[in-house]
């Protein structure tokens, strides 16, 4: 597993790809920050609606970064190599997630720059920020498993693109759902949809519910990803 993530960690921050995607990414997050946090006449020090805004464009950037991710190795081949060499299909499942994710977190980490830079101007209320912070964490993990998913239908890049995009649009859409008036249908939504889920650890309110959310959706998308990969692997 380690050595398929070294190789996924060698994709991502020696690719110039990776590299413009994540420096619009916080080249947006710099505007949008000094726009609402400095340079605006109601500036307020309440950070939880840039990380919820930065969270949301995650959806644009990771199927970006993932579509190639499986895709890859079935175009051209190697991923029968990887399934007959000594590791697991779980090891390299594992090991390509966690090298996306190391190299978007990375990313993540670098806005809590935004708040030590507010904090010489205004209070800031860390535990809230970090609580963000940590919602954010699992939510990318979430992300990328459902952009390795569609990854794993298809070995053209196009439409594994396609199919990432399509999958997190039904997520805004689910998150939208939930202020309908139906009383049952709209707490159906708010239980599935990952905004509801992220926005209570961007309150500060941590909750098993919460995590076992993230970590259970993750884990059903990496299954899936898995298994399509083997069943198509195999025929």
Same mark, same amino acid.
């Given at each position: 597993?380690?050595?398929?993530? +070294?190789?996924?960690? +060698?994709?991502?921050? @020696? ?6 995607? /994540?420096?619009?990414?916080?080249? /947006? !997050? ?5 726009? %609402?946090?400095?340079?605006? !006449? ?19 950037? %990771? ?7 499986? !895709? ?21 499942? &594992?090991? +390509? ?8 977190? @990375? *990313? ?11 904090? $010489? ?13 940590? =919602? ?11 952009? /390795? ?11 594994? *693109? ?7 649009? /039904?997520? $805004?859409? &689910?998150?939208?759902? =939930? ?26 309110? %941590? ?27 195999? +025929?």
């Amino acid at each position: 597993m380690f050595a398929v993530y +070294k190789k996924e960690l +060698k994709v991502y921050f @020696t690719g110039i790809l990776g590299y413009i995607v /994540m420096g619009i990414y916080l080249l /947006m !997050a710099g505007i949008f920050f000094f726009g %609402i946090y400095v340079f605006s !006449a109601s500036s307020t020090s309440d950070l939880s609606p840039f990380f919820g805004m930065m969270n949301s464009w995650f959806l644009l950037i %990771i199927p970006i970064l993932t579509l190639r991710i499986l !895709a890859e190795d079935k175009k051209l081949g190697t991923y029968e190599l990887l399934l007959t060499s000594p590791r697991s299909s779980w090891e390299i499942i &594992i090991g +390509k997630f966690l090298g996306v994710l190391t190299f978007v977190l @990375t *990313g993540a980490t670098l806005l809590l720059v935004f708040p030590l830079v507010l904090s $010489f101007f205004a209070p800031i209320e860390w535990g809230a920020v970090l609580s963000g912070y940590l =919602g954010m964490v699992f939510s990318l993990a979430f992300f990328v498993s459902i952009g /390795m998913a569609a990854s794993s239908f298809t070995d053209n890049f196009v439409i594994a *693109g396609i199919i990432s995009f399509g999958l997190f649009f /039904m997520l $805004f859409l &689910i998150s939208a759902f =939930g202020d309908v008036q139906v009383e049952f249908l709209a707490n159906l939504m708010r239980e599935i949809s990952f905004s509801h889920h992220y926005e209570q650890f961007a309150k500060g309110f %941590i909750s098993l519910k919460n995590f076992l959310y993230f970590i259970l959706g993750t884990f059903i998308w990496l299954f899936v990803a898995k298994n399509v990969v083997e069943s198509k692997t195999w +025929k």
